[in-house]
């Protein structure tokens, strides 16, 4: 599969004729739990023809392509990208920190050194007590739960865990969350089964209510709720300027696109 994803990569530049500066896997599979039939969910960040970027009228700023089997491919343009930035996209956070990258162009670096300063723990707490919220209650009323959605609660929750207590990006990993959050113990000898099983059934697998961990996860998701950060102000709007600039010189190099030839704006 590794190299069916590179060559549509390269397929999808020639098509669009765009450049691909960073490309990784989201979801279960960088998450470290993958399913026998999990969908390879890649994400990809584009530059566009230097031309696009001075159009009267934008071009279209994301690149979706047909669920091909297993295979999930989609992309944003990355001026599209850096306005998300701006605002601490959690799921442009998340494509960042990936640790399963299958394309890298020297050009990126800029963009990961600015979602380091415009990460926003606030915008992150929300983002993942969201994802939790959603099947909380059926733990209240005592329903059953799909395996993967119980273990994406798990993971959501010692996000935002780490979140609170570091002020960081949370590792994509969920054995890292784990390993800070719940070194020993009954609980994780509970989560540690529930992923052996996860990595051998189908992704439609539905297991019974686990009382203790339900406990658990109840209780610190009410925690959770009273602990979330004060608000931050996002970086100046000149900071993601002059990186689209630096990315775009370095990816055209022929063009005089050197943040130094454009004057700064007055910040916002």
């Known amino acids: ?120 723990p606030l915008s992150a707490c929300h983002h993942y007590l969201s994802m939790a919220r959603q099947d909380i209650n059926k733990l209240v009323i005592g329903s059953d739960i799909r395996l993967k959605k119980y273990l994406y609660m798990f993971r959501a929750l010692l996000a935002t865990q780490w979140v609170i207590a570091h002020g960081t990006q949370p590792p994509m990993r969920f054995q890292e969350l784990i390993q800070r959050f719940l070194p020993n113990g009954d609980i994780k000898e509970q989560i540690d089964e529930l992923l052996r099983l996860k990595m051998t059934v189908l992704e439609s697998e539905i297991i019974p209510p686990q009382e203790d961990l339900d406990q658990y996860l109840l209780t610190l998701y009410g925690q959770l709720e009273k602990q979330i950060p004060a608000p931050l102000s996002a970086p100046n709007t000149a900071q993601f300027d002059a990186c689209l600039l630096e990315i775009l010189y370095k990816v055209y190099p022929q063009l005089n696109l050197s943040a130094d030839n454009f004057p700064s704006e007055t910040t916002k």
């Open 1 to 120: 599969m590794h190299q069916t994803i590179l060559d549509n990569l390269s397929r999808i530049e020639e098509q669009y004729q765009v450049t691909i500066l960073w490309a990784c896997e989201s979801g279960s599979r960088a998450w470290g739990f993958p399913s026998p039939d999990s969908d390879y969910d890649v994400r990809f960040i584009y530059a566009h023809q230097p031309a696009a970027y001075i159009r009267v009228f934008d071009k279209r700023d994301v690149i979706e392509e047909p669920i091909d089997g297993l295979l999930d491919i989609n992309g944003w343009d990355i001026k599209k990208a850096l306005g998300l930035l701006r605002k601490s996209n959690p799921a442009l956070m998340e494509w960042l920190s990936s640790p399963i990258i299958y394309r890298q162009h020297p050009a990126v670096e800029p963009l990961h050194s600015l979602a380091q300063q415009a990460f926003l």
